[in-house]
């Protein structure tokens, strides 16, 4: 009984840790959003291979978890939409701080060539 309930514990553990801790920018949102912020990021969710149920939007490739670091929303914990397809390369890499706003990750960047065939 004692190691039925323990499984049952770190099993809900696990779920817990599988969806962000605040809700995702809607894309549309985050598109409108200029305001260029330093951030630092503590997770990305890959839409090929961790859907968010009902929040993931099916034209963004990529979700990522982030802290803002400095200035008037330091401490601000957010989820925001990337798409690799727009921004034509792959996603920041969890611990990266970076200076962006929201909507450089999901707008079409002039250089974008896609997502190469093979991946990055």
């Not at 995702?24 to 598109?31: E, V």
């Not at 409108?32 to 149920?53: F, M």
Request: overall charge negative; proline content about 9%.
């Amino acid at each position: 009984m004692f190691f039925g309930g323990l499984l049952g514990i770190l099993i809900l553990g696990l779920l817990a840790c599988s969806e962000p801790r605040v809700p995702p920018i809607p894309r549309g949102d985050a598109l409108a959003d200029r305001v260029i912020r330093e951030v630092t990021v503590i997770k990305v969710w890959d839409q090929s291979t961790d859907r968010l149920g009902d929040a993931g939007d099916p034209h963004i490739s990529h979700y990522i978890e982030v802290d803002v670091v400095s200035g008037a929303e330091k401490g601000t914990r957010m989820t925001l939409p990337y798409d690799e397809w727009n921004v034509g390369q792959a996603p920041p890499a969890k611990g990266r701080t970076l200076l962006i706003a929201p909507a450089d990750w999901v707008q079409r960047s002039p250089t974008s060539q896609g997502r190469p065939f093979g991946g990055w």
